[in-house]
């Protein structure tokens, strides 16, 4: 018996998995936004942050970072040293202890534990718990993380994970958060 195995689409999988999160409050106020997720090298995610305006704010953002590795074994994906940036914007004038506080501890954080939790739970991810996140203030996603100067200001969580994720013939499931 000959049986068909359909590749993997890493990002296609992310994708459906992240429209499971539920939406978070980056600005004071306390309104909520669906959290917005994109891929690329850090070119492409230059260019998809010039093509938005001012009313399609993308925040918070998961952004997968390419390259990477994809090895493909029958009905499984298996990806080490899978990157994300989740990102939200933020004030230069901040210091790090209000950063901590007002993006970090109440975005970002979060965020990383929503995604940690949606990783755990679904169906269709086999996940070993281990993460390497480095905290960026005053991030900058052209120079890899340095600080940035400019208009665009962004606290960010650089993510690292290895993750395998079953095939398309497997249907996610529901999450529950918290």
């Not at 690329?40 to 997968?64: H, Q």
């Not at 052209?142 to 100067?149: C, L, M, R, S």
């Amino acid at each position: 018996m000959n049986s068909v195995i359909d590749t993997i689409i890493f990002e296609d999988r992310l994708k459906e998995m992240f429209l499971l999160l539920p939406d978070m409050s980056y600005e004071t106020g306390g309104t909520k936004f669906p959290v917005t997720f994109g891929y690329g090298d850090r070119k492409e995610l230059n260019f998809f942050l010039k093509s938005k305006t001012r009313g399609d704010a993308p925040y918070p953002l998961i952004w997968l970072l390419y390259p990477y590795v994809e090895n493909h074994e029958g009905n499984k994906l298996h990806v080490d040293g899978a990157n994300l940036v989740l990102a939200v914007k933020t004030i230069a004038s901040m210091q790090n202890p209000e950063r901590l506080e007002t993006t970090f501890k109440k975005v970002l954080i979060p965020l990383f534990d929503n995604i940690r939790h949606l990783f755990n739970v679904a169906n269709i991810v086999n996940k070993a718990d281990k993460y390497e996140i480095i905290k960026y203030p005053n991030y900058d996603y052209n120079n890899g993380g340095a600080e940035h100067p400019g208009t665009l200001i962004w606290d960010a969580l650089d993510v690292k994970f290895d993750i395998s994720i079953l095939s398309n013939r497997v249907c996610l499931k529901p999450v529950k958060f918290r």
